[in-house]
């Protein structure tokens, strides 16, 4: 059978902190476990981008999109981005069209600097008229017929980057073949003061 000890008492504590005093041992100033695994810095990174995005530039007052360099896509390639804390089954919905649009724009014609005055202004009039879901069609690439070789999708390429920038994107994929497939965009907007 088992004996119950009783409580230490002040003393033997006091004792037994300055043994660990004295033995170097230094008090810990969080109360949470360190799991071992590596710091998923995606989500830093994330936050570190979109604070430089929405920071005022007083060069460029009016635009909220870099026009650095953007990483090339391909012209088939499935569009798909999503905030970290976006809802699991909102994606979801979104990448199976559930989610309906309200307003759309295509972007075919356009110059870059001018698709990308088109794109500004069409999201901030969504977010002015508080549109949950959009569409803009970028297009997939022009074919050169003297070389039969496609180019690569300037417009959906700076479309990727700057839809990541953008502080009121929530996230984007690309659509079902019905509305465009990978040559256009289902975009979730966040309304304002809404969070998710």
């Known amino acids: 059978m088992s004996r119950r000890r009783g409580q230490p008492n ?5 004792a037994f902190r300055q043994a660990l005093e004295g033995a170097g041992v230094k008090r810990l100033k969080a109360n949470r476990a360190d799991p071992g695994k590596p710091r998923d810095n995606r989500h830093t990174a994330f936050v570190e981008r979109r604070a430089a995005a929405t920071a005022a530039s007083p060069s460029q007052p009016n635009s909220r999109t870099s026009d650095g360099r953007v990483e090339v896509v391909r012209p ?6 999503a905030v970290p804390d976006l809802p699991y089954r909102t994606h979801v919905q979104l990448k199976r069209g559930h989610i309906p649009w309200e307003a759309g724009l ?8 001018e698709a990308r ?12 008229e ?11 690439s022009r074919s050169n017929t003297a070389s039969g070789v496609s180019d690569y999708p300037v417009i959906k390429s700076h479309v990727n980057a700057w839809l990541r920038e953008w502080p009121s994107v929530l996230a984007f994929c690309s659509t079902r073949e019905a509305d465009g497939g990978t040559g256009a965009l289902y975009i979730l907007l966040r309304r304002r003061g809404e969070a998710l």
């Open 10 to 14: 002040e003393e033997d504590i006091g």
């Open 76 to 81: 088939s390639e499935f569009l798909d981005f």
């Open 106 to 113: 295509d972007l075919h014609g356009y110059t870059l600097d």
């Open 117 to 128: 005055i088109e794109l500004e202004s069409f999201l901030r009039d969504a977010a002015a």
């Open 130 to 140: 508080r549109t949950r879901c959009v569409l803009v069609v970028h297009g997939k």
